[in-house]
């Protein structure tokens, strides 16, 4: 199947709604009698700005999204209920701090972006991309004709998405295994693909994928997804830097993979025998560097294979449970229920739907 070239490229190069709002208003900042004059036409206009999703941070009440969370990416990007989802980042948005959930990668097109992450300065440039953790603030500026992709991945599928990126031990899976599940991690990684057109070209398909509304686009998307970053191992793995001021945990990372790997049916005791401590020991290890228990841990990756199966999947729910490690269905019910505030049957159809 052909990609649909003229979509993709009016996608990425004309300014839509948003962006010729934002370009209004970043002419208008440059005088200020201009910019007087383009406040009185929405400084009473707050909530129509919130409905359209508009920044413009002098106005009350207009749209500011400083936490969101997996379930508003759609909303605020593209789609609903996606695991996956692309788009560009909409140039001469005010520049804005936040942090969501999920895990963003900012790939430059063509031109360049500055942002400031966890406090830092970082400007890419074509061909460069950054992966940034859930929960870290931060900021992105794109001032000019530049095109910047913004890829966005949910944490609750990605360790069953990533599963074999992640038994391997390298700089992502260690990035990423951090930012899943402990408590002192890397902000963000970044990386250079020295322009190199494969990956853009894997971009522009992954684009086709959603714009087009492509049946199995979710899946295919994953696919792409993970080609995408076992390519940036294979040929740029030199070029993948952690930030100079933050190091993991490299014992903690390796037994949280090792808890990935064998989560179904881990107990602390066979942990603990495994990488040689005790396990009172491991217990007060891992409550310091997860700021949360064993169980909770263990609990926390089901979940996450949990709730992937549900959204994408039509086994049943005692399946599910039973394949990741639940022996009881009732059980599993019970804390799904406290966890998620609603049965799997409800989680199921509404994210399905």
Same mark, same amino acid.
């Given at each position: 199947?052909?990609?649909?070239?003229?979509?993709?490229? =009016?996608?990425?190069?004309?300014?839509?709604?948003?962006?010729?709002? $934002?370009?209004?208003? $970043?002419?208008? %900042?440059?005088?200020?009698?201009?910019?007087?004059?383009?406040?009185?036409?929405?400084?009473?206009?707050?909530?129509?700005? $919130?409905?359209?999703?508009?920044?413009?941070?002098?106005? +009350?009440?207009?749209?500011?999204?400083?936490?969101?969370?997996?379930?508003?990416?759609? *909303?605020?990007?593209?789609?609903?209920?996606? !695991?996956? !989802?692309?788009?560009?980042?909409?140039? #001469?948005?005010?520049?804005?701090?936040?942090?969501?959930?999920? @895990?963003?990668?900012?790939?430059v097109f063509e031109g360049k972006c500055t942002n400031e992450?966890?406090?830092?300065?970082?400007?890419?440039? !074509?061909?460069?991309?950054?992966?940034?953790?859930?929960?870290? =603030?931060?900021?992105?500026?794109?001032?000019?004709?530049?095109?910047?992709?913004?890829?966005?991945?949910?944490?609750?599928? @990605?360790?069953?998405?990533?599963?074999s990126l992640l038994c391997h031990s390298n700089i992502l899976?260690?990035?990423?295994?951090?930012?899943?599940?402990?408590?002192?991690?890397?902000? $963000?990684?970044?990386?250079?693909?020295?322009?190199?057109?494969?990956?853009?070209?894997?971009?522009?398909?992954?684009?086709?994928?959603?714009?087009?509304?492509? +049946?199995?686009?979710?899946?295919?998307?994953?696919?792409?997804?993970?080609? @995408? @970053?076992? %390519?940036?191992?294979?040929?740029?793995?030199?070029?993948?830097?952690?930030?100079?001021?933050?190091?993991?945990?490299?014992?903690?990372?390796?037994?949280?993979?090792?808890?990935?790997?064998?989560?179904? *049916?881990?107990?602390?005791? =066979?942990?603990?025998?495994?990488?040689?401590?005790?396990?009172?020991?491991?217990?007060? #290890? %891992?409550?310091?560097?997860?700021?949360?228990?064993? !169980?909770?841990?263990?609990? =926390?990756?089901?979940?996450?294979?949990?709730?992937?199966?549900?959204?994408? *999947?039509?086994?049943?729910?005692?399946?599910?449970?039973?394949?990741?490690?639940?022996? *009881?269905?009732?059980?599993?019910?019970?804390?799904?229920?406290?966890?998620?505030?609603?049965?799997?049957?409800?989680?199921?159809k509404a994210h399905q739907e």
């Open positions: 199947m052909q990609r649909n070239e003229k979509k993709i490229l =009016e996608y990425l190069y004309q300014e839509n709604e948003h962006e010729q709002f $934002y370009h209004q208003r $970043y002419d208008a %900042l440059q005088d200020p009698e201009q910019f007087a004059n383009f406040y009185d036409q929405w400084k009473d206009r707050g909530a129509e700005l $919130y409905k359209k999703r508009l920044i413009f941070p002098e106005v +009350e009440g207009s749209w500011y999204p400083v936490d969101m969370r997996d379930e508003q990416m759609g *909303s605020i990007r593209l789609e609903d209920n996606e !695991t996956i !989802t692309l788009c560009k980042h909409n140039r #001469y948005t005010p520049v804005f701090k936040h942090r969501h959930t999920f @895990f963003e990668i900012l790939y992450i966890d406090g830092q300065k970082v400007v890419l440039h !074509t061909g460069e991309l950054c992966l940034i953790a859930p929960f870290t =603030e931060h900021s992105i500026g794109v001032f000019d004709d530049s095109i910047v992709i913004n890829i966005l991945i949910s944490r609750a599928a @990605f360790s069953n998405m990533f599963h899976s260690d990035f990423f295994s951090g930012s899943l599940y402990l408590y002192q991690q890397n902000a $963000y990684v970044y990386a250079s693909t020295q322009a190199d057109f494969s990956f853009r070209e894997l971009l522009l398909d992954m684009l086709d994928q959603q714009l087009c509304a492509r +049946e199995y686009r979710n899946l295919v998307k994953n696919s792409q997804l993970v080609l @995408f @970053f076992s %390519l940036l191992l294979q040929n740029y793995e030199d070029q993948i830097r952690l930030p100079h001021a933050q190091k993991l945990e490299n014992r903690a990372v390796e037994i949280i993979k090792y808890i990935e790997q064998n989560y179904r *049916s881990i107990t602390l005791n =066979e942990l603990a025998d495994h990488f040689g401590y005790s396990t009172a020991y491991l217990s007060r #290890y %891992l409550k310091k560097a997860t700021q949360k228990s064993f !169980t909770a841990i263990v609990q =926390e990756i089901k979940f996450d294979q949990v709730c992937t199966q549900l959204e994408t *999947s039509d086994r049943s729910v005692a399946e599910i449970a039973s394949s990741a490690g639940f022996e *009881s269905i009732e059980h599993f019910t019970r804390l799904f229920k406290k966890r998620m505030n609603q049965s799997p049957s409800q989680y199921r």
